[in-house]
């Protein structure tokens, strides 16, 4: 079969698919009857299927890091909002240990990746953010 030949092929089969898959628009959206819980595109709460203890386990076990990521926050809202004192000194701690100057990325929540963003830039310059977090001169700032 020629390229062309393939491409309309293709093409064709896409079109049959995409016909077979239309909704009517009077159809409901799934639903899981047990825990009555919307299961749109087999999105489902895994937090609404655990027991209550299985539930309280998990959130103990999540808490060290939602903490973590709340300071990276505060951190890096505070670094680029005092431009003043604390960017100069971000920017020359990151100077003396021979990195690119950058700031650290914010937590945004409409884009789906910065947290991801941010924690992967922290983790490379982890030992500037040691560095910023144990100044001393930089306590009464924040």
């Known amino acids: ?10 093409a064709q089969e896409l079109t049959d ?4 898959a239309e909704v ?13 819980i919307d299961n749109v ?27 973590v990521l709340v300071k990276l926050c505060k951190l890096s809202n505070k ?5 003043m004192k604390l960017l100069p000194a971000w920017h020359n701690i990151l100077e003396e240990q021979h ?3 950058t700031n650290i990325p914010q937590d945004v929540t409409t884009q789906w990746n910065s947290t991801f963003d941010m ?7 982890q ?15 924040s």
Not at 1 to 10: C, I, V
Request: contains cysteine; proline residues 4%; hydrophobic residues 40%.
């Open 1 to 10: 079969m020629s390229d062309r030949n393939e491409d309309e092929h293709l």
């Open 17 to 20: 698919l995409s016909r077979e």
């Open 24 to 36: 009517d628009e009077h159809d409901d959206v799934p639903l899981d009857e047990e825990a009555g």
């Open 41 to 67: 595109e087999g999105l489902v709460d895994k937090m609404a299927l655990l027991t209550e203890g299985e539930c309280n386990k998990l959130l103990c076990s999540i808490r060290p890091v939602k903490l």
């Open 79 to 83: 670094v680029i909002h005092l431009i």
């Open 99 to 101: 990195l690119p100057v």
């Open 119 to 125: 924690l992967k830039y922290v983790s490379i310059h």
């Open 127 to 141: 030992m500037a953010v040691d560095t910023m977090t144990q100044c001393k001169d930089l306590q009464d700032l």
